[in-house]
């Protein structure tokens, strides 16, 4: 077995314009942060073997310390976007933005990225330069420093987001933190970035019509301010007691919280905040209802909240509506322990089984493809 | 344009099996790290939204604080290795040896990983578990703790390794501190990794004469005591004015140094530590020295010392040769300022141009294939 020769001679090409590309990314990316709020954590960003961040700083003395908080996202061609559908500027957009939710869903302030980008040469070029453009404004409204990556050759485009932030010692909402009695909210509607997939999984994204409709799939918002919000800090206690984002769907996501709190669950189906469709599209049957109870990739945040702060809690938030969906229950017994019931708009209860991209495929099958 | 169906049956394949997944991963690599030496940063590892490190704890008050070092890599099928020659335990070891290397040139104590790895539904058995066994013993080796990651279905097998450290404050290693006078060293030999690829490339990796050629290719030994000797940290004065590894090749990674340092180099084809190779391999004509000037992946550290340190640096360190090879000059004037010249054995002085991979094309067209 040897080493195919059309590789060898990629990676060299790779090689040859590597310098060209960091370049370029570096430049279309340098100085993404409107403006320096704090003392400046990175004491070394890109173009070294890794970056140095002050760990130092984090750590205020008497006014308590900060926690840094890590995630990772991959974003790969052919399995979360199309080359040929999804426009590059999105692309880059979007791959910062879901990476970043996870930090919303932390209750963090984002404070820097790194980007491991692999392409095909042939999409070094104008496409690049795109994909750059959006990744940098996604950069902008989240305040994020690009400190560091890796660039490579490869038949699809691969990006691996990692990001950074940093939340007030022990603030972070984690997932575990539900308990009976606790309300559950949701941010903004649910179903809607799903609608986006499916109309562009139909071929009725060119539709003039239905463009708006495919903004949170495109070009998702996501929840940082509300995030940091229900976090608090060391003067404001922590509101949400545990937290998530809707990137899997929510049956999916709420499973997640159930799981790791312990607990189970009692939505309501006539409260969940479904995306609304426009009449133009009633002969597609669409179901809203099925889009937010398994669609994923909202990136709104569904969290729990002890009754004693729910009055607390807004109608909206920045824009955004704030929806109590149902309430946390204490765990069953046995397998399944962490169910979910949803209590249907005729009152009849059934089980919420998680679902996530299923209920896609169940919709793409029944659909005229 | 539609999203092929085979896209989202694949996807929601991958979906389903996520959590299986997830859950032979967390097992594999738990508990890597052999014994906890220092209060544990790691607040929230696996199984949320995002990691949470204690960074308040890096602040040490009187005695100065840390910094954290941060880097990412990526590992990928038919560009950096092939899942038909390469063992998965080899891979799984690679991945995260190669990763780390870069904060071994940073002076910098490994703490924590993440990986986000894409597979093809074939490899997610025995394969997988191979995979994990041997990134799971360089965790142990280098100890890190895995803090968490991101699982997806790919057509082809994708690592993305972000890997952390921590170096005392102000003292990680650049690659932009080598001023006219320093001596330029290097630890181990160069040119092994190189000479393991070509031996895949041309097919001779299965004879078992030249099986332990291959390793530093298949499995690299790092240089992360000899990084952290060299970064020094608050009790102990830096010993390197700088620093990387040899990823790229000798002729690539000392051209990095020049540039981002603003000087020149000289270096002795004489005092380059070359790898060595058998008689029986004689008639494959492998020239070292090329191996060893534009040879990539040895992972050997390439650092500068001022001449009032060099008294303090050893003929070898944790086994491994350390060996004095050029020295650095003042940059020249004009284009090319950071310019190499290489000295050879019969005293002819040449200019040393980065060409890291382009010799292996060379070389590889050179020979039978």
Known sequence: MTVPESTVTRAIEAMRSESAIIERISRGLANSRPFRYKVDRVRLGIGDDAAVIRAGFLARGVLGSDDLVLSCDAFLENIHFLAKVHPPEAIGYKALARATSDLAAMGATPQFFMLALALPPSRTGAWLDSLIKGMA?????????????????????????????????????????????????????????????????????????????????????????????????????????????????????????????????????????????????????????????????????????????????????????????????????GRGASSIELVGTDGKKTRLVPRGWDSFRVASRGSKR
């Open 137 to 333: 404004r996604a950069a902008r409204e989240f305040g994020m420093t690009l400190i560091g990556g890796d660039t490579s050759e490869n038949a699809t485009a691969i990006m691996n987001m990692t990001v950074g932030g940093e939340v007030a010692a022990g603030h972070a909402l984690t997932r575990s933190g539900a308990r009976p009695g606790d309300g559950i909210y949701v941010s903004g509607t649910l179903g809607a970035a799903q609608l986006g997939l499916e109309l562009v999984s139909r071929g009725l994204h060119r539709d003039r019509r239905w463009k708006r409709l495919l903004e949170q799939h495109l070009r998702p918002k996501i929840q940082l301010e509300l995030g940091k919000w229900l976090a608090g800090d060391r003067i404001r206690h922590s509101i949400a007691s545990a937290a998530t984002d809707t990137s899997d769907g929510l049956s999916t996501d709420l499973t997640h919280i159930c799981e790791a709190s312990g607990v189970s669950a009692r939505i309501f189906a006539a409260q969940i905040p479904v995306v609304s469709l426009p009449t133009s599209l009633a002969r597609h049957r669409f179901d809203p209802l099925e889009l937010a109870r398994h669609g994923g990739e909202d990136y709104q945040l569904l969290f729990t909240v002890p009754a004693a702060h729910k009055h607390r809690i807004p109608k909206s938030f920045y824009g955004a509506p704030i929806t109590k969906i149902g309430e946390i229950l204490h765990a069953k017994s």
